[in-house]
Each structure stands twice: as C-alpha cells, then as structure tokens.
C-alpha cells in the first residue's frame, strides 16, 4: 500500500514537470515566426496567417526570373546562365544541371546596409525578422508618369501617414512608380540600353528628404522599389542609399508586381541570397495579402 502510494506521487510529479515544460515552450521558449522580441521590441505582431493552407490567389510573387533579359546595372556584367549536362546520361537516366554567375546587383535584389554604409549589416548579417515584414506602399506612379526622373517626396510620405497612419515599426516601405510596366525594355526602364553608359539613365526613386525622414523619424526593417535603384537615374551622388543604408536599413530593387499590393495590409518575405559578406545578391521576394 505504501509503495503504491508512492508511485502515485512521483507520477502526479512527473506529470506536473511536464505540464510546466510544455508550457513553458509554448509561453517564453517558441516565438512566433518572424518576430524577434529580443532584438526589435517595437515590432508589430506579425500576421496570423496559416502558412501551411495558403489561398494561391493572395500570394503574390514580386521577382523577375533570372535570364539574359534580366536588367543590370549599364557597367555590370549581365547574369549568365550556362547547361553543363543535360539529357540522358550514359547511366540511362535523366540529368541536368547548370552553373550560374551574376553580379550582386541586378535583378530583384536585395542592398544589404553595407552597400553604402560603412560598418553596416552584409547580406548573411540582416535579421532574419527584417525580411519578414508588414508592407506599407505609397503609389507615386501618377506623378512618374509625367516625370520621368521623379523622386518620392517628403509630402508624398506624408500624405500616405495621412490617409493610412503613422508608419509602423517594423515595415518595409515600398515605393511604386509604376516602371514595373517596362521591365525588361533596357531603354525604357533606365533610359538607356547602351552596355556602359550612366550618363543618359532616366526613372524615378526616392529623395533626400523623404530618405531622411524615413531613416530618422520612422524605424523601417527595409525599403524597396519598382525601379533599378532607390536613387533617380541621373542621380551621382545616391543619396537616398547613402541615408537609408548608413541607418542601417536594407533595400529592395527592381520589386515586381508592386501594381497588385494594397497600400497596406500584405505582408512581405524577402530572402536574399545568404552571400557571406555580400553587398547585396538575388532575392525571392513574395507577398501574402490580407
Ligand atoms: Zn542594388
């Protein structure tokens, strides 16, 4: 009898550990995904979306495929794709496989801080819950399409806060100017399609005050933009990158479909290429709306 009771305590003890184990886990121990409470304490729950029953129709994919066309920058060289086997093998089964090179600038890619802030994060460096982030979009397309060499202005900011609020910590802004349209007319995305020349590019991006608004007064995971770069193309200082990157906020370049995001409600997954120490690199970049 006194044995049996025994058992019966150490059991309701072991059953107790366990209980306060697995709470434990779920309470303090298993973040959710993308958040990183340690890290970023200002950062707004993430969405409570079910990654495993996606509706197909509210993914949408925001990367231009690699190929020959893809868009670089006039002095790089383009990305270069090349089959080393494919068919049949001698063994009787079939069998590719490629090699690929590229610059780390070209394509939708991401600009890791490094870029053009000295000290600042490199590619394989940026928080994984930086490139999970809730996407908030301000639409300058209509003023773009008068002007070429367009820059996302402090009162386009604003006006954007006015209309949909402060925006949050955490966010990744991205800047549609509607060049998506172009992609991948060399001429009339950059302004040019002569290999070499930066002396004619010509589409929009982002000022210096708005960069510097966004860098200072805001706390953004990231920027990004439906052009070859943050900065206008007749831009020869960069500004914008030097502002954005030297606060340490990465950007998105060459972003596709922006025309389809809500101004704000989609969450946005960007994952670079993991170069170690790398500028920058290709990215796959996806969009879960609301
Ligand atoms: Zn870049």
Known sequence: MHHTHKLLLALIA?????????????????????????????????????????????????????????????????????????????????????????????????????????????????????????????????????????????????????????????????????WGKFWPDKKKYLGTDVPGDTANLHFPGISREAAEFLARQRKLDGIGIDTASMDYGPSKDFIAHQVLNGANIYGLENVANLERLPAKGATVIALPMKIKGGTGGPARIIALLP
């Open 14 to 178: 072991a059953v107790l550990v366990l209980t306060a184990v697995l709470l434990w886990n779920r309470t303090s121990h298993a973040p959710e995904p993308g958040s990183a409470p340690m890290i970023d304490p200002g950062k707004p729950e993430p969405a409570k979306t079910d990654l495993t029953k996606l509706d197909e129709t509210k993914v949408i994919d925001l990367t231009y495929a690699f190929d020959e066309k893809t868009i670089y920058w006039p002095t790089a060289k383009p990305f270069e794709w090349q089959k080393e086997s494919w068919g049949q093998s001698v063994g009787g089964y079939w069998y590719t496989a490629a090699r690929y090179a590229a610059s780390e600038h070209g394509g939708t890619h991401l600009d890791s801080p490094i870029h053009f802030g000295q000290g600042k994060a490199a590619m394989d460096e940026i928080p994984l819950s930086h490139l999970i982030s809730p996407a908030m979009v301000i639409d300058i397309s209509a003023a773009c399409a008068k002007d070429a060499d367009y820059r996302l202005t402090l009162a386009d900011v604003t006006a954007w806060e006015t209309q949909h609020g402060s925006i949050p910590d955490g966010s990744l802004v991205l800047v549609h100017t509607g």
